[in-house]
């Protein structure tokens, strides 16, 4: 079945908003008196959201009572450079414009919030060309939960299996596969040392965004 549709993560798939989100954390740091992390150390958390990086830049988890002051503090920070500098990956633009030349249906489903993803697609001139915007607040459970997928389902009227999903997590894939989407791993996001995309069952790679076009049909 040719796909009709295709659905993206966003932090580490479409865009690099690293640079940005390791600016908020940093200031945090600073605020405390301690250094400023690397790119390697943070970049690959980029992905993981707030969990993620307060986890590599302070050592806590959400289970501890010092994660919900660092967690709004964090977000607080974050929401006044959301678009300073987190631009479309390399290639990106070319694609989707691809996508659209051929008629397909493409949009957004990630689990950042929405009062982020929303200005940051608008940045970026995104926002009103996506066929559908899910955000990690959109539904009641977030990916790894199929809810998001099957809820892009129903806004692009898109059956899963006409759909492709591309992302950088173990979740992405986890999401999609559970009701039958096929998923590519951007090895070009956020990965880190740690991870083993090749176990996570996805049905292929892509080096970078535009090596997707070589998995669409040449007449799509």
Avoid at 29 to 48: C, I
Avoid at 56 to 72: I, K
Wanted: glycine residues 8%; aromatic residues 6%.
């Amino acid at each position: 079945m040719p796909y009709r549709t295709i659905l993206f993560d966003l932090d580490g798939t479409l865009v690099d908003t690293a640079p940005d989100l390791a600016h908020a954390l940093n200031v945090l740091r600073s605020r405390r008196g301690l250094a400023p992390l690397a790119d390697s150390v943070t970049r690959p958390q980029a992905s993981h959201g707030t969990q993620g990086l307060l986890r590599v830049g302070f050592g806590v988890s959400r289970e501890q009572a010092a994660f919900s002051a660092l967690r709004e503090e964090f977000l607080e920070v974050y929401a006044s450079h959301l678009t300073s500098h987190s631009p479309l990956f390399p290639g990106v633009a070319e694609m989707l414009a691809s996508l659209e030349a051929r008629g397909l249906k493409w949009g957004v489903v990630t689990n950042k919030p929405a009062r982020y993803t929303e200005p940051l697609l608008d940045h970026l001139g995104l926002l009103a060309r996506a066929a559908c915007v899910v955000s990690g607040d959109t539904c009641a459970q977030p990916k790894p939960h199929p809810a998001p997928m099957l809820h892009a389902c129903m806004l692009t009227a898109s059956d899963p299996a006409e759909c492709l999903y591309v992302g950088d997590a173990e979740r992405d894939v986890a999401a999609a596969a559970a009701i039958g989407i096929p998923t590519l791993v951007a090895l070009y996001g956020y990965l880190g040392k740690d991870d083993r995309p090749e176990a996570w069952g996805a049905h292929g790679f892509i080096e970078a965004p535009l090596a997707l076009l070589d998995w669409l049909q040449p007449d799509a």
